[in-house]
């Protein structure tokens, strides 16, 4: 079977060396609704019209990262030294067709020279904007499926997940729980049926980074799932991709199909007797079905509301059965870990911290895109080298991880090494990657009221702390909007903080306070600048005195 | 509850019904296809009305408190049909800092409606998303299927002006 792999990747090395030039136009999302679909056909035309469709080809491919430039186009003259054009419109197809045995086409040349790309290190976005993300051939000539094959002809279960406790990896979602550890105890939980589910519920406002995966570079995902199966001894998946995401579902539906076409996923993968099926759930728009219990809920055909924990899905999940959930970040490191080794993983990153995330940098910055940095590195080489700066030529106030679970973290800050523990220390999260970055315009109350107002609508209404307590705290941050909060507010605000943080039931409550104890930490003098300004009526006066007592 | 056995009838005899009995055969007429089914009532008809809950309940041999509970929970399942043009403008945080909640109020004014209503005349559907993933495009909506990125109030009214003069055109 390993021959049968290597024979189309083979084949598929070989049909790419007939062309001396390849058209790589990203298709994903971002460059999609700036029209890359029209500028493709454009480019395709004019390969035809200058007859030079015997030695280049154009095809769509997934994220290249650099969404703000979009659409984007690279031409692969001999590797590495691709071109990089952006902006690319309809009418430039021509042009660029006609310098490819010419000079490049400088007017539209996006250097490749930039620390927003050579600071990058890609593993879980390897493959993004290098493949079709249509074409298992490409995938597998790309090394694709070797380490599916490698785990389930070589390795021991338990073999495999020895490589990814070793690898040190850690849940990509936001939460940070080690990956061997979560996979280590399905294993060892009793029962003949269990589940992998991939957490592709994308519910944070701000963050891309799992939909332009599984846009870029669907079949690594399944991979990753399949990969799972094996380690855990379970023989179906689920994919539950949020109902938002169309071409992210059409994309990984062809993938599938396409898997089990080349027997890599399906009845006896790859001649062995390992069965593994996946199959899709969509989501339907709801922020709390990122919780496990709720996802599993909403897999099950319920109202997506959490149950209290333990017993765990780990032993209690889908349908009572014990069921491993990952991201699908997480879940598309699993295949290099097992292609390198869990120690060349572990060599990157920091300490408690290993290998690579991927963030999706968005708001007030040059360079809005999706990328893939080593952990540790510091929030000033993110926004400044890699973001290239504030856009505007403003000054960056600060900037918001985790989504409404997280934070803000201000600019005095910014030499802080980016990696779970120091992000917690700093009063956000890792969260799943959104990061946005705030200019001095950003009113750090308003943003506040943003995400509270997110959880209050979002909340499921299963416990009280968060049903009502964010409807409350959403009330309170309104009045400061609006200057008519008394210090007497600021007080309640923080006690009611307090209180939802540490009785509700499920993380969306228990975290929905953070994006307010974080403002409040940093930038305090702004909820008291919001304060009812006038102290001429008894009112404020009397509050405050209160307050004193 | 109805037994298994009987056999239950679609509402009418549209050929979309098809469709919608084609998933719950997949799902093995499980509850747990409820969703699934659900998201194919309204891709096929493009709302939830009663006559659908109350088929797909029969079907699934599931409560109606169930599907209407379901129904009501999520936000993508509609129980009000839609306007002939939408417009979702998105509400994530890198849209909000750059502006999407004034660009909402202007298309609210022009049009005297609130997020999630649809005109009188059922010319227009005005909805807003929690995020649409295009963030390096902000702010975006999304008018009839088509993501306009980087878009200011002018642009976006005239946009939905473009709308109107089509259908007047139609009309005409």
């Not at chain 1, 790589?24 to 007859?51: I, P």
């Not at chain 1, 898997?259 to 593994?276: K, V």
């Not at chain 1, 299963?462 to 009502?468: I, L, S, T, W």
């Not at chain 2, 109805?2 to 009995?21: C, G, L, T, Y």
Request: glycine share 10%; hydrophobic share 35%.
């Amino acid at each position: 079977m390993f021959n049968k792999l290597e024979e189309i990747a083979l084949e598929e090395r070989g049909k790419a060396e007939q062309y001396t030039h390849t058209i790589n136009v990203c298709t994903a999302a971002g460059c999609a609704s700036s029209q890359s679909d029209a500028v493709k056909e454009a480019l395709e035309n004019e390969v035809r019209n200058h007859g030079v469709e015997k030695w280049c080809r154009v095809r769509g491919t997934g994220c290249m990262g650099l969404c703000a430039a979009g659409p984007l186009v690279a031409v692969e003259p001999e590797k590495p030294d691709e071109v990089l054009y952006q902006y690319v419109k309809v009418e430039d197809a021509g042009d660029i067709v006609a310098s490819l045995e010419d000079k490049p086409v400088e007017r539209l040349r996006c250097s490749t020279d930039i620390p927003f790309f050579t600071r990058q290190k890609k593993i879980a976005l390897e493959n993004s904007g290098y493949i079709d993300p249509e074409s298992i051939e490409e995938y597998i000539a790309r090394d694709g499926y070797s380490a599916l094959m490698k785990a389930i002809t070589e390795m021991a279960p338990s073999d495999v997940i020895d490589e990814i406790v070793a690898s040190g990896l850690r849940g990509r979602g936001g939460g940070g729980y080690p990956t061997g550890l979560k996979w280590t105890t399905v294993a060892k939980s009793d029962g003949d049926t269990k589940y992998i589910i991939c957490n592709a519920d994308e519910g944070d406002p701000g963050a891309f980074m799992d939909r332009s995966v599984l846009e870029s570079d669907p079949h690594r995902v399944l991979e990753g799932m399949a990969i799972a199966g094996y380690a855990v001894g379970a023989s179906q998946g689920y994919v539950y991709v949020r109902g938002e995401y169309p071409l992210a579902v059409a994309r990984l539906k062809t993938a599938i199909r396409q898997a089990r076409r080349a027997n890599m996923l399906g009845s006896g993968i790859g001649g062995t007797l390992f069965n593994f099926h996946i199959d899709i759930r969509l989501g339907a728009g709801a922020f709390v079905c990122g919780e496990e219990t709720a996802l599993i809920a909403s897999i099950e055909g319920k109202r997506g509301q959490p149950r209290p924990r333990p017993p765990y899905p780990a032993e209690f999940g889908l349908w009572g059965k014990p069921t491993l959930i990952n991201n699908v970040e997480t879940l598309s490191s699993i295949a290099p870990i097992i292609r390198n080794g869990g120690d060349w993983y572990a060599q990157i990153g920091t300490a408690t911290s290993k290998g690579t995330k991927v963030f999706a940098l968005a708001g007030s910055i040059n360079n809005t895109g999706l990328i893939e940095v080593p952990m540790g590195t510091t929030i000033n080489d993110i926004i400044y080298e890699i973001g290239g700066g504030v856009s505007g030529g403003g000054q960056c106030k600060a900037i918001q991880t985790g989504g409404p679970s997280g934070g803000c973290i201000p600019a005095d800050y910014f030499d802080t090494p980016v990696d779970y523990e120091s992000l917690a220390k700093l009063g956000s999260i890792m969260g799943s990657g959104g990061m946005i970055v705030m200019d001095e315009s950003s009113s750090m109350v308003d943003v506040a009221r943003f995400f509270m107002e997110f959880c209050m609508t979002e909340s499921c209404g299963r416990c009280v702390p968060c049903r009502v307590g964010t409807v409350h705290m959403y009330n309170i941050l309104d009045k400061f909007s609006h200057h008519e909060a008394t210090p007497r507010d600021l007080v309640l605000l923080e006690k009611l903080c307090d209180m939802v943080r540490n009785t509700s039931l499920c993380g969306l409550g228990q975290t929905a306070p953070n994006p307010v104890l974080s403002t409040l930490r940093y930038f305090r003098n702004e909820y008291v600048e919001h304060m009812v300004t006038e102290t001429n009526g008894s009112g404020p006066v009397t509050k405050q005195m209160e307050v004193a007592q | 509850m109805i037994s298994r056995n009987e056999k239950i009838e679609p509402p009418s005899d549209d050929k979309r019904w098809r469709i919608v009995q084609a998933t719950m055969q997949r799902n093995g007429f499980t509850r747990d296809g409820l969703i699934e089914t659900l998201h194919t009532v309204q891709q096929s008809f493009g709302f939830l009305d009663d006559d659908s809950l109350r088929y797909v309940a029969a079907s699934l041999n599931a409560p109606l408190s169930q599907v209407y509970g379901v129904s009501t929970f999520y936000h993508l399942f509609s129980l009000k049909p839609a306007g002939r043009n939408t417009c979702v403008v998105c509400m994530g945080t890198a849209c909000y800092i750059k502006g999407a909640p004034s660009l909402l109020e202007q298309i609210e004014n022009e049009y005297g409606l609130s997020r999630g209503e649809t005109t009188e005349d059922g010319h227009l559907s005005l909805m807003t998303a929690r995020c649409l993933g295009s963030c390096g495009l902000a702010p975006v909506a999304v008018i009839n299927g088509h993501i306009a990125g980087k878009l200011n109030a002018e642009e976006a009214l005239q946009r939905l002006q473009a709308l109107q003069e089509v259908e007047n055109v139609q009309q005409a």
